[in-house]
């Protein structure tokens, strides 16, 4: 008998081990009743949150997810119905495009009637212009403060971007995520159209069609709390929980006389820096297509320092050139405050001794009548020294536009600089620059670090039915009018560095401004970045490109940027894989002066394998983390605090929710058929013997 | 003492025949699953109508391997009857014919249930509800009666089936498999709710009453039940008057 008793155990763990497979199967994705229940929209861009020294912006949704009744928001009209009329809050609104905007916006965050937001696209974009950045960006974090030309602080003369309405920088209690796909907003129309429009003059009757979007973000309040609790977490816990983590990214250089990279330059020697910025911003996040505010301008500088590299001469010149890269300059110039912050701790090759002058290009491409800005800063001017510099450089500007489609012309003295990196050294010196744009005030950017600031806004047009190669070798007009500017740059900087001879011979290339235009706003997976990147980059080659500085280093739009710019300036030299990669063990092959790279080569038309080949070129990176998180200063007011909360999961998906009433009813038939069956079980079991009369039991009472 | 370990050990093995019946149960839905797995890959996937008469084809052979199961493990349960007859003091084995059927289709009901319905039950857990596609928004609520309705004829179909093999009536068997079969068919008429929850009631209704009669009810029975309270009494008084002459 024990041997029975021991074995009654053993199909114990069976049994429950197929159930609980059972339960984990009813649990997993993709199963056959979770898909008659949910429709997943798999292409949407969240909006999330960021925070700095003393403010959270951007979205957030609760652990499990917001849910609420899909409404559909096509005229402002149909605003009340959520606002007020609607009999079965919290909506979930489907924004037309063209809606978006602060004063919509407002309403629907002064409400407890929302629970979350779904915006599609506006096609064509907004006529009128739409821009969630500020009026006036990086406020607070330029020159311009009561210490220094307090009248031009917080853009008192001059408004930068007035269309701007600032909605980024909202801190909103909803998710609100974009629709990209036009598909998949049909599909939530059509379910809207099917259960939720109102009929006769009561709302829509159960089940009614909802949403649900998951964005749980988990840092809260400031940077110094989540910076705080996530040192807290990485000191004490064994398996730290990390809340958030700051922008950094790098910042890409190169010199056009090589120069040591890990020592430093002798402080006789002048440089004379060309600056852009390579990153954007949008209101969700990783949507920054940058088009005119970052993308023109570093495109132009790319195919300048290409024109430079291409004169014989270089190595006479009197004073080198170093074309820089910033990035991160949308949120407080992360980049340019981080290289300056190094120059000043002797961090870097350079000193700010060495600076002989700046140059920067902002926003190149939609010049109005030809005309290119030229931009200075009025209060340093006031210096003498300085003035006679800054007239030198403007000159040597203005004859270098002499033969070319460009005229430059100079913004007056009342005038403050715009936004630029060129502020952020201005801090530490009083150096001479010019910073070149397509605007004289206001900017003619009217999508400025938005998800309209697309190729259209810059005018790229390709005709129809061209194959990608050949899209790729289109020049555009777009592209001869960087070119051009291009050109005017690279002369007027071969003068500054003392270059005599005749510049008529430095041309900037418009088929290599063509295909990076291309490349960088339309499709990042082209032959051509394809054959200049490391064999083993293949997969950053993404669909659509976008320019956001993001929190895991180097993005995509850094590391095509030093391929680029090492395949332009660049030369091909005769190294073995092994040497190439460990070129300290090579002999004569300069270490410090030069970094070498090997790409991948082209693939033939009738070959199925690429020839790789090194180059070396002087193109390094360079941190950009911000210095407040060197020196642990999260609240810093001076240096960029920028960080990006952490997040388990984004998603979003629609279904048809139940009435209360069903619900409840099926809750309660289900106790009472418990119940009722319970009773009678017992009933039955007490009374067995009298209801199934075995003829036996009888005669054993008897005994 | 003996007795008193025999009848401790009794329940327990009660039990334990539960899960062994489950486990029964659950193999014969595997290796049904593999049936039906084996043909759909082996078959063409596109072909809709082809897809639709595989799953019945698994569906039915689902029914019959349970059958086999539920005959098989009749089989094993007679000989451990009697083994257990052969031991017990009194030569008769502690647990009846009918308590061993009534258990096997229990538990047979209980897995088959837990197996319908604990996918559905953990999807319902989300706020969503069935009907994106165009299906019915009552999905869980006829699920859940469905299963019900499984749970009982299982329960019915056991008594009825050991007792069919007890008195070899291969007549009683045939309609139990067939009565199988027909509900078994009658959820492919789902989602037209009506035509097939309707008729699988009234199947089940008919199967219990058919096994309240095999397991020995009776109508006079129910009604000696409702009203049999004195009765009992009188018998344990004559019991127990019996009883005492013995103790002097």
Redesign the interface.
Known sequence: ?EA??G??????P??WG??LA??A???CQG?S??R????PLNKTAPCVRLLNATHQIGCQSSISGD?GVIHVVEEEEDLKWVLADGPHPPYMILLDGNLFNRRVMMQLKGTSRVSGLAVTMAKPNPPQGFSPGLKCPNDGFGVYSKDYGPEFAHCNRTAWNPVGNGLSYEDFDFPIFLLEDANETQVIKQ?YQDHNVPRGGSGPEY?L??M?LFSHMHAVTSTVTCMRRSSLQSTFSINPEVVCDPLLDYNVWSTLQPINSSGKVDPEKEVIIVATRIDSHSFFWNIAPGAESAVSSFVTHLAAAEALHKVSDVHLLQRNIMFTFFQGETFDYIGSSRMVYDMEKDKFPLRLDNIHSFVELNQVALRNGSILWMHTDPVSRMNKSVEVQVRNLLHILSNSSMGANVSLQEVGYSQPLPPSSFQRFLRARHIPGVVLTDHQAAFQNRYYQSMYDTPENIRMQYPEGLSPEETLEYVTDTAKSLAEVATVVARALYQLAGGANNTSAIQADPKTVSRMLYGFLIKMNNSWFQSIIKPDLKGILGDVPQHYVAVSSPVNTTYLVQYVLANLTGTVVNLTKEECLNPEKTPNSEKEMYEYFWVQGSLDPNATSRVPYCVRSSVHLSKALSPAFELRQWGSTEYSTWTESRWKEIRA??????SKE?EII?LV??IA?LIISLLATYFINA?AD?????PRDSGA?AY | MFVGRETATAPLCGKSRHRKRAFFWLVSLLLASLVWFVSVRLSDRGDAALQRGLLGFGAAVSVLLQELFRFAYFKLLKKADEGLATISEDGRSPISLRQMAYVSGLSFGIISGVFSVINILADSIGPGTVGIHGDSPYYFITSAFLTMALVLLHTFWGVIFFDACEKRRYGCLGLVVASHLLTSGLTFLNPRYAASLGPIFIITLCTGLWAFVTAGGSFRSLLKCLSCKQEDDSRVMTYSALRVPCED
Request: aromatic content about 12%; proline content about 4%.
């Open positions: 008998m029975a008793a074995s009654c155990w053993a199909p114990f069976a049994w197929l159930v059972a339960l199967a009813g649990s199963n009743v979770e008659k229940i949910y429709i849910t379910c089940p069609c909802a649900q998906r629609i279904f048809l929710v139940a069903l099926t038939v289900g058929i009374k009298v209801l199934f009369s075995i009472v």
